[in-house]
């Protein structure tokens, strides 16, 4: 039998393999919540969910893919098939950029699913961000056939609003599909590519312009600069994809000197060894815009390191400025370009080794080097993304929120952005009990950080807690009302100062060992949304789910010519 064929199915094989070794235990029963991501049984659509909301929409469109498709696919089990899916995809994204030969490719699938990027974004719970991650490559290789003229499909269309699903994510896939397919003298080409990528952000774009006036943030841009990990400062870091803000989640091997040094040695040599045969299989063309988006991002990811103070008043002046401060995120479009050197580096070195067993070596160390390297990413990032179980308290909870005649939105006590409670292993997590209610809520969008609470965007939240340092529950009440709140959800066993949390007046509808639930005693001004409002979101809208629809109809109609043209066939 030929070794041929078995070789070739290797890095598929690889490619499946890693990322059920890196999820590990995510994968099991229950609810993986750490930090920002957050799943629920049954996450139910409301209309902040659609950008209609006071705070900015940085949830907008996820929050609502997620309802919609938890009605056909329980929570726990989607949750499950986002984060594996995502680094599947990821994995043979990467396969197919390095051309899909074994030694390449083992390398490729390894240095693109198994690095400090993934982990660190697993960590803070960054699915989003990995779903656009992963569409990366594949998006960079249709962008490269649309330029060339080819016929695409319907793959960059349905691939492009999977990976827009925020704000952050949408410019990077718009950039990995811009960058290489816009080319010169096709202006009518050129126009419908921006227009698909502008479809596939419309969501986040549309109810961003809607807050435009509040669509600022902290001048706290050091905060989320780009991190030292160990020895290595940010942009050192950077070169192997790491330099997360949070350290927090920051794997203990990135810590060591011996580690990181020889991961960035190794990078750097093999990209520069790998350069070549990469332009002589991709072209200039292709490999300029991998060198661009690459450029990009490091660019992005170290001027917040750089100049910490700029991005800051950049954020705090410019609408939409604070997608710059988190830097690490852009490093995203790093990844395609380093995956595709270090495979191109791996058959050049296999090509010129001429014994066998030393070929066997030079797959090998492509593909387990960067396991060897950031060894704690295995298994759920070492143990630490371990599936739980909500209280059962949260399910009344929830049923009493549905059935209350009260008007208005949810308020939920404490006053504060993150939980560490004892069922999800005392792990930080953005407070849950919002997404697990059904309706819309206020929650803190305050952040702690370094000793410092960096304030929010939500013009609410300040009126909010000046309500609760009114005198005494009834005038809370009041002044709860009139922001829109009529009903109040406490969390009990939460330390808080009386700032972020103080009795109010009002009728208790559920109380339970996890969560009391209280119908605010006091008129309610709820909320609502102008019609001009409603029209804009829901043309954002419109055209995020027309985009795919406008690229699928053709496709299917040509097929079906081409069977009515064959005619009918024989035995």
Not at 68 to 94: N, Y
Not at 529 to 538: E, F, K, N, Q, Y
Request: proline share 7%.
């Amino acid at each position: 039998m030929s070794t041929g064929p078995v070789l070739r199915l290797l890095p598929r094989a690889w490619a499946v393999l890693l990322p059920l070794l890196l999820l590990g235990p995510a994968l099991g029963a229950g609810y993986v919540l750490s930090y920002d991501m957050v799943w629920v049984p049954d996450l139910a659509m409301r209309p902040d969910f659609l950008g209609l909301g006071t705070a900015l929409p940085r949830a907008v469109p996820s929050d609502a893919v997620v309802a919609v498709l938890d009605e056909l696919v329980p929570g726990m089990l989607l949750q499950k098939v986002v984060l594996l899916g995502a680094l599947l995809l990821a994995g043979f994204g990467a396969l197919r950029l390095a051309g899909g030969t074994p030694v390449g490719g083992l390398a490729a699938v390894s240095v693109y699913v198994w690095n400090p990027f993934v982990a660190e974004r697993l960590g803070l719970g960054h699915w989003t961000v990995l779903l656009g991650y992963a569409v990366l490559p594949w998006l960079v290789l249709e962008g490269a056939r649309y330029r060339r003229g080819e016929r695409v499909g319907v793959l960059p269309w349905l691939l492009l609003p999977l990976g827009s699903l925020s704000a952050g994510a949408g410019l990077a896939s718009a950039l990995a599909l811009l960058v290489p397919g816009l080319g010169r003298g096709r202006r009518r080409r050129n126009l419908l590519l921006v227009a698909a990528c502008l479809a596939a952000n419309a969501p986040w774009l549309v109810a961003g312009l809607l807050h435009v006036t509040t669509a600022t943030s902290t001048t706290a841009g050091s905060v989320f600069r780009l991190g030292r990990e160990g020895s290595l400062p940010g942009p050192l870091a950077a070169l192997t994809l790491g330099g997360v803000w949070n350290s927090e989640v920051v794997p203990g091997s990135r810590h060591s000197l011996l580690l990181t040094g020889l991961g960035t040695v190794a990078l750097v040599g093999a990209a520069a060894y790998g350069l070549r045969p990469l332009r002589r299989r991709l072209g200039d063309r292709t490999t300029g815009a991998l060198v661009g988006l690459w450029a990009v991002g490091f660019l992005l990811a170290a001027g917040t390191w750089a100049l910490p103070g700029a991005t800051g008043r950049l954020a705090a002046h410019v609408p939409g400025g604070g997608l710059l401060r988190d830097g690490g995120r852009w490093l995203a479009l790093c990844g395609p370009l380093l995956a595709a050197l270090v495979a191109a580096a791996l058959d050049r070195l296999a090509v010129r080794v001429r014994d066998a067993d030393a070929r066997v070596l030079v797959a090998l160390a492509g593909a387990l080097l960067p396991l060897a390297l950031l060894p704690d990413a295995a298994w759920g990032l070492a143990g630490r993304l371990q599936p739980v179980s909500y209280p059962a308290d949260y399910a009344a909870a929830r049923a009493a929120v549905a059935a209350s005649p009260a008007p208005g939105d949810v308020l939920l006590l404490p006053f504060t952005s993150y939980r560490a409670p004892s069922w999800n292993h005392d792990r930080k997590v953005l407070d849950p009990v919002g997404r697990y209610l059904t309706r819309d809520y206020l929650a803190s969008d305050e952040l702690g950080v370094s000793r410092q609470v960096l304030a929010g965007e939500d013009p609410r939240v300040p009126q909010v807690l000046a309500a609760l340092q009114a005198d005494d529950p009834a005038q809370r009440a009041q002044r709860l009302g009139s922001l829109g709140v009529g009903l109040v959800v406490q969390e009990h066993g939460v330390p808080a100062s009386s700032r972020y949390d103080a009795p109010v007046a009002g009728t208790v509808v559920h109380r339970g060992p996890a969560l009391t639930v209280t119908r605010v005693d006091a008129p309610v001004q709820e909320r609502t949304s102008s019609l001009g409002r409603v029209a804009m979101v829901a043309g954002g809208w419109t055209a995020y789910l027309a985009g795919p629809l406008v690229a699928i109809v053709p496709v299917l109609w040509r097929k079906r010519r081409k069977r009515a043209d064959s005619g009918p066939t024989g035995w």
